[in-house]
């Protein structure tokens, strides 16, 4: 790599000051680590795992199954929570924290492999965050600001950050034909990755791809590549907490869930169309520049997914849009001096600008919404409210009956639910178990299939809005929203 070269000081000292601005942004996030999406299903992981690193059994219900929430990051930090004593939400702050590190060096490493400009890091982190659209959205594995105020502690931001890592490592590899321990090495990490997050696994794998080809391997680089791919799949296929290969088969149990993704994709993306636009000169120089090859596949595989109506595959969408906000990044960091320079940050400033203007309401996290300005508050969506209110009553390992939305935190203070509050491909009774609990609750179920719902699942509490018309429950705590936390008044026997 050559020596970094000084970009204009301004630009390197005002792209840099709003890095840190954005940095300290998340630092405060994580101190409130907001309630929302995904948070209790990753809480349930690491308290599963304190209580039992060897068999910790399904996240959600209690039930004996393999999970694919129990990656090698959740192991790490089931294992901090189990030798500390630190309360799970503790332990997803401290996990939150690592996360932040790995992403914010992996951009400098992976963005130092492409540009020695000095702006060039401060000014890609810029894009990856703000560098999306006018319609607000947030998802695991996507990394505007808001989305990642939501899922900083999710497992996900571990494995974005480990890929840029990967990039980073993979583009020095092939330039220096380095050797059989760091090959292997590359193998173990790429496994990681796709064990902690399969979807942001895609994306890694299809990033590390568009890295090599780009290197222009030779031969010996083919072989260490190969030995690679074989410690690799050696690693996944002898994880011992869930079957990785068997995950090929969940694909239809998952696309309705992420149908969604590919709704209203101009409002959610159309500032990356300067990144696109700034691909098309890297292409004219390089028709095998690494960013165009990976923005290449990522469309490929986020197109084949919308034809095909395997909606899953638009979790790959990451792949379309990093390489464009990198692109775009480093077109204004590398330009030279003149009109077209002027230009091409102009255009960017805009749209950071007009990009962050829509995740504004971010800072609501960490500002109180009556302190914030009108414009700013009417951008401002509150978190939820947690279930720490039950904690008094409910017990490590009681079993809960809720409906949907409560299901899906409920289980990070240690209860269990009656149906998983997600998806579940390894749960062979998912169907069964989600039946009871739409029977349980419906009106006019009679007072007997209650009791054999009760006692079959060895339910100890309900928690429901309002009072329901149902027998045999004391109502013993109340929560937001009007909800109630009832007693069963006879005890289950199962």
Not at 20 to 39: E, H, Q, S
Not at 174 to 184: I, K, Q, S
Not at 238 to 243: G, I, N
Not at 261 to 278: K, N
Request: hydrophobic letters at 55%.
């Amino acid at each position: 790599m050559s020596t970094i070269r000084a970009t204009p000081p301004k630009t390197a000292v005002v792209a840099g000051a709003a890095g840190a601005l954005v940095l300290v942004l998340l630092l405060l996030v994580i101190v409130r680590l907001p309630w929302a999406g995904d948070l209790g299903i990753h809480a349930a992981t690491v308290e599963r795992l304190r209580h039992s690193l060897a068999d910790p059994g399904n996240p959600l219900v209690d039930a004996d199954t393999p999970s694919p929430y129990y990656s090698p990051w959740m192991l790490v930090l089931g294992c901090v929570a189990r030798v500390t004593g630190l309360s799970v939400f503790v332990v997803l702050r401290l996990g939150a924290l690592a996360g932040l590190a790995l992403l914010v060096t992996g951009v400098w490493r992976y963005v130092r492999t492409l540009s020695a400009e000095r702006a060039a890091p401060a000014l890609a982190l810029l894009c990856l965050v703000f560098l999306w659209g006018t319609t607000l959205f947030a998802w695991s594995g996507f990394l505007g600001l808001n989305s990642l105020a939501l899922t900083v502690s999710y497992p996900s931001l571990f494995a974005l950050g480990a890929a840029l890592h990967l990039w980073a490592w993979l583009a020095r590899a092939v330039r220096t034909e380095a050797g059989w321990g760091v090959w292997l090495g590359l193998g173990l990490l790429w496994a990681v990755i796709l064990l902690c997050h399969q979807f942001s696994g895609v994306v890694a794998s299809l990033g590390a791809l568009a890295t090599v080809v780009a290197g222009r391997p030779g031969r010996a680089v083919g072989t260490r590549l190969a030995g690679a791919l074989a410690v690799g799949a050696v690693v996944l296929w002898a994880w011992p907490y869930y079957d990785f290969f068997a995950l090929f088969g969940a694909g239809a149990d998952l696309e309705s869930v992420h149908r969604g993704l590919y709704r209203d994709l101009p409002g959610r993306y159309w500032l990356v169309l300067l990144g696109v636009a700034a691909l098309v000169p890297r292409w004219r120089r390089d028709r095998l520049d690494p960013l165009v090859l990976f923005f290449g596949l990522g469309v490929l595989v986020v197109a084949a997914g919308w034809l095909g109506g395997h909606y899953s595959w638009g979790r790959a969408l990451p792949a379309v849009l990093i390489p464009a906000q990198l692109a775009a990044a480093l077109a204004v960091a590398g330009a030279r001096p003149g009109r077209w320079r002027t230009a091409w940050a102009a255009a960017l400033t805009a749209a950071l600008l007009a990009g962050a203007w829509t995740q504004i309401g971010t800072v609501g996290y960490v500002v109180p919404r009556s302190a914030l300005p009108q414009a700013v508050a009417e951008k401002y969506r509150e978190p939820w409210a947690g279930y720490h209110w039950l904690t008094p009553w409910v017990r490590y390992g009681d079993v809960v009956m809720a409906r949907t939305l409560p299901a899906r935190q409920i289980p990070a203070y240690g209860p269990y639910t009656v149906a998983p509050g997600y998806p579940d491909f390894f749960l062979p009774d998912e169907d069964r178990r989600a039946a009871a609990v739409r029977t349980y609750f419906a009106p006019g179920t009679p007072r007997e299939v209650r009791r054999a719902i009760v006692r079959a699942y060895g339910v100890r509490w309900v928690v429901d809005r309002g009072s329901p018309a149902v027998e045999g429950l004391r109502g013993v705590a109340r929560g937001p929203d009007g909800q109630v936390l009832y007693e069963v008044l006879t005890p289950p026997a199962g």
